[in-house]
T-cell receptor
Framework: TQLLEQSPQFLSIQEGENLTVYCNSS?????LQWYRQEPGEGPVLLVT?????EVKKLKRLTFQFGDARKDSSLHITAAQPGDTGLYLC???????????FGKGTHLIIQP | SQTIHQWPATLVQPVGSPLSLECTVE??????LYWYRQAAGRGLQLLFY??????ISSEVPQNLSASRPQDRQFILSSKKLLLSDSGFYLC??????????FGNGTRLTVT
């Protein structure tokens, strides 16, 4: 059972455009992380959100945690080719048993 | 600062051969340690996690095993590899309630 659904699965846009990717679940999480992964490398943490309704900004990236702590979104403004990668969301429940990951959104920004 | 090392980066093994992947963490004590497998289109699947020396929890039945002989060392093994064991294996660590930090992964191809 896939507990975290990410959409879209693939997205290819032109440099300078804006985009939003989504992470949805029927389960409540105590925290949610977003990671970015490049081919042949491990995921790198971008942000952690823990409070329902929380919004965090990282330069041109804006992350939002849903009020009910079941969903999240990542918005990128004026996308650049360096934003290309696999974006993964992961939910935690506060225990030691790791995170539950979505399948990811493959993002390609064309120059 | 903390660092995580994972090796080898790439491995090609015949079916039926043994496997040993190693992961070490520096700069922290008593971390939680994790082994994930990433297959195309299936996201990251948690295989094993450990909260201390000699303590291993398995998330899914499989052909693999894990061991933690030292505080900051985590080993993934198999006695006889199957074709279905091919994938990208990621080691990760975290302190209690902190985000996961990943190594750079091992690309395993079973032929």
């Amino acid at each position: 059972t896939q507990l975290l659904e990410q959409s879209p699965q693939f997205l290819s846009i032109q440099e300078g455009e804006n985009l939003t990717v989504y992470c949805n679940s029927s389960s409540v999480f105590s925290s949610l992380q977003w990671y970015r992964q490049e081919p042949g490398e491990g995921p790198v943490l971008l942000v952690t959100v823990v409070t329902g309704g929380e919004v965090k900004k990282l330069k041109r990236l804006t992350f939002q945690f849903g009020d009910a702590r079941k969903d999240s979104s990542l918005h990128i403004t004026a996308a650049q080719p360096g934003d290309t990668g696999l974006y993964l969301c992961a939910g935690g429940r506060g225990g030691a048993d790791g995170l539950t990951f979505g399948k990811g959104t493959h993002l390609i920004i064309q120059p | 600062s903390q660092t995580i090392h994972q090796w080898p980066a790439t491995l090609v093994q015949p079916v039926g051969s043994p496997l040993s992947l190693e992961c070490t963490v520096e700069g922290t004590s008593n971390p939680n340690l994790y082994w994930y497998r990433q297959a195309a289109g299936r996201g990251l699947q948690l295989l094993f996690y450990s909260v201390g020396i000699g303590q291993i929890s398995s998330e899914v039945p499989q052909n693999l095993s894990a061991s933690r002989p030292q505080d900051r060392q985590f080993i993934l093994s198999s006695k006889k590899l199957l074709l279905s064991d091919s994938g990208f294996y990621l080691c990760a660590w975290r302190d209690y309630n902190s985000p996961l930090h990943f190594g750079n992964g091992t690309r395993l191809t079973v032929t």
